[in-house]
């Protein structure tokens, strides 16, 4: 999203004008001509504005109220973490609008940053003891006005700084006005998808096909044609009505608040899932790297495992403290590249060094084991929580079909190519992540290891804070301080470990996040809500596919929750 330095640097200055206008901007409202522009945006209060101009952004005269409004407000701006990111800036929590100050992560990355954005954004958590100036004060109202706003610009406040503009600097498309933010281009868009998609869960593909035999491979490339359509299904429910941004913003939209407040804890328990995934990753690898590593205290030994998955969780609770998680994201965008490497690192060991070669061909079929294969392909295409960001921060929103087929498509690549590579290699003997099975001494097994170490260590805040941002939203606005939020954060990352520590088979939670949580965000709740939303407009096969893909998925979710349950159980046992 390559904003001009003029336009970012407005955008930034116009925010320490937004309290003096705002009264100016409501007492001009109901003066229509060319004032009219200026006082949806910036009194946020009276909904009789007039829209004459054909020009004024769409949002400013029909995005409904109850959508930005309700919980949770911040899903936007924390999701916008994933598919675009801004200038690193190292400072604790009191987050600024991730939405207003984004570029895209390949944009910034060979682009220098105007000094005004990073200037900008240091600013001191607290006040200092000495004698206020006048930037001083001008510094607590902005604190004050953050943590008024959970950390976030309110709308009306965004829209101000937006509509100011000037009218010939503002893109269109469609015949609607476009924020000076969608600017991503095709391949940028492609590469966010797939920096999006692939993940830790492109090591359990060869533990899948030991699961679920050859023809398992099916399932995978089913599962990838059925996310992108459903992923194209978001898109309408998006267009649907003005003011959507978001997928808990369609779940309102069809199912009222409640389907909101569904929709959006599904998601949160998603990422918190995945956060868990990645303690128990940390340990697992560490300790093979590390097998004799031990700790003793008094008569309590920590194992090697127990030991990495807690000093893991004590690297990444201070990065979950960051008010600036950019510093962050331009290491954890660049998961396209250590996925690449990865898989490369797989095939140099299988064809150059040759290690691993089974004997058997390996089974065609397992039926018993195709519950799991479903939940570890499905876990693969969980990106559907972050599409909806991704096609609002395209330049040409028409693209968006291609965009998200060439992601799925490339993704589904890899995945295939790791699956049919590490399963060829080892058979059987297969782990649940193919790292565990590199030889050691291999330079090629200790790349292919240590970047799978380090890449869930830069994501760990990207992936928790969602969730962090979404339960400080709960807190009483007094209540929002800096202890409270640190304490908050860290007892996320504590609980975190101790799921991890209590339930340490990444595999088997895997397929239970695949079978349970994605099969519901990516297949059955878009369609849900395409039919809820567009009833009165869908055709007769839409409908007969779409129910066709929530039976599917409602039966997919059923038994590889089950058979995931009951395996961890006899794991116990």
């Known amino acids: 999203m390559k904003n001009s330095v003029s336009d970012r640097s407005f955008l930034i200055e116009s925010d320490d004008e937004d309290d003096a206008t705002a009264v100016e901007d409501g007492k001009r409202g109901g003066h229509g001509g060319e004032e009219s522009g200026d006082d949806g945006g910036g009194s946020g209060s009276d909904s009789s504005s007039p829209c004459d101009s054909p020009r004024v952004v769409a949002a400013q005269c029909s995005q409904p109220s109850s959508y930005t409004q309700q919980w949770p407000q911040s899903y936007r701006q924390s999701i916008d973490m994933y598919s675009s990111v801004h200038s690193p800036n190292l400072s604790f929590l009191g987050t600024p609008s991730l939405s207003r ?39 607590q109202q902005h604190q004050e006005d953050v943590r008024k706003s959970s950390h976030y610009l309110p709308p009306s406040r965004k829209a101000s ?12 498309v469609g015949g609607h006005e476009v924020g000076p933010y969608r600017q991503c281009s095709y391949f940028q868009g492609v590469m966010n998808g797939v920096n999006v998609l692939c993940g830790v869960g492109i090591l359990s593909t060869p533990y899948a096909v030991k699961q679920g035999g ?91 495992h127990v030991l990495f998955a807690i000093l893991t969780a004590l690297v990444v609770m201070p990065t979950t403290w960051l008010r600036d998680l950019s510093c962050l994201s331009f290491v954890s965008a660049g998961g396209v590249i250590a ?26 079929l397992n039926l018993p084991g195709i519950p799991i294969a479903i939940g570890l392909y499905g876990y693969c295409y969980s990106g559907h929580g972050v599409f909806p960001n991704i ?18 498509a490339l993704s589904t690549v890899l995945f295939a190519g790791a ?14 992540q193919f790292t565990l099975n590199l030889p050691p001494n291999l330079v090629a097994s200790k790349i292919a ?25 709960l807190l009483p606005p007094n209540q929002q301080t800096y202890p409270n939020i640190v304490m908050l954060r860290s007892a996320l990352v504590v609980s975190s470990l101790i799921v991890a520590l209590s339930v340490p088979f990444f595999g088997l939670v895997m397929s239970l996040v695949g079978s349970f949580l994605t099969m519901f965000v990516a297949y059955i709740l ?48």
């Not at 390949?106 to 930037?135: M, Q, V």
């Not at 609002?392 to 060439?406: I, M, W, Y």
């Not at 699956?419 to 649940?432: Q, V």
């Open 526 to 573: 878009p369609c849900a809500c395409f039919l809820a939303i567009l009833r009165s407009k869908v055709t007769w096969y839409q409908v007969v596919l779409c129910v066709f893909i929530i039976a599917v998925g409602l039966c997919c979710a059923g038994v590889g929750t089950y058979s995931s349950l009951s395996k961890i159980i006899q794991q116990y046992q």
């Open 339 to 364: 996925s690449i490497v990865i898989v490369s690192c797989l095939f140099w060991v299988g064809l150059v060094d040759h290690v691993g070669t089974v004997k058997s061909e390996g089974t065609a």
């Open 214 to 304: 050859w023809l398992g491979l099916v399932i995978l490339v089913v599962l990838g044609a059925l996310a992108w359509y459903t992923g194209i299904l978001l898109r309408r429910c998006l267009d649907s009505k003005e003011g959507l941004e978001t997928y808990p913003d369609i779940g309102h939209a069809a199912f009222g608040t409640a389907g909101r407040i569904i929709i959006s804890i599904i998601l949160y328990m998603e990422l918190y899932a995945c956060c868990i995934e990645y303690l128990i990753l940390e340990s697992d690898n560490l300790s093979k790297l590390f097998p004799n590593a031990h700790l003793t205290i008094g008569s309590l030994t920590m194992d090697s």
């Open 101 to 139: 100050l984004s570029n895209s992560f390949l944009t910034n990355s060979f682009r220098g940053k105007p000094p005004e954005i990073i200037s900008s954004l240091i600013k001191p958590l607290l006040p200092t003891s000495t004698a206020p100036t006048r930037d001083d004060q001008q510094q």
């Open 161 to 172: 700084s937006l509509q100011r503009i000037p009218e010939d600097h503002r893109p269109i």
């Open 391 to 408: 096609y609002s921060s395209l330049k040409k929103r028409n693209q968006f079909p291609a965009v998200l087929f060439t992601c799925i």
């Open 449 to 473: 290891v240590w970047t799978t170490v380090t890449n869930p260590i830069t994501k760990y805040a990207l992936t928790m804070t969602p969730l962090a941002l979404s339960l400080e939203e």
């Open 419 to 432: 699956a049919i590579m590490g399963y060829i290699m080892f058979g059987e003997s297969t782990e649940s």
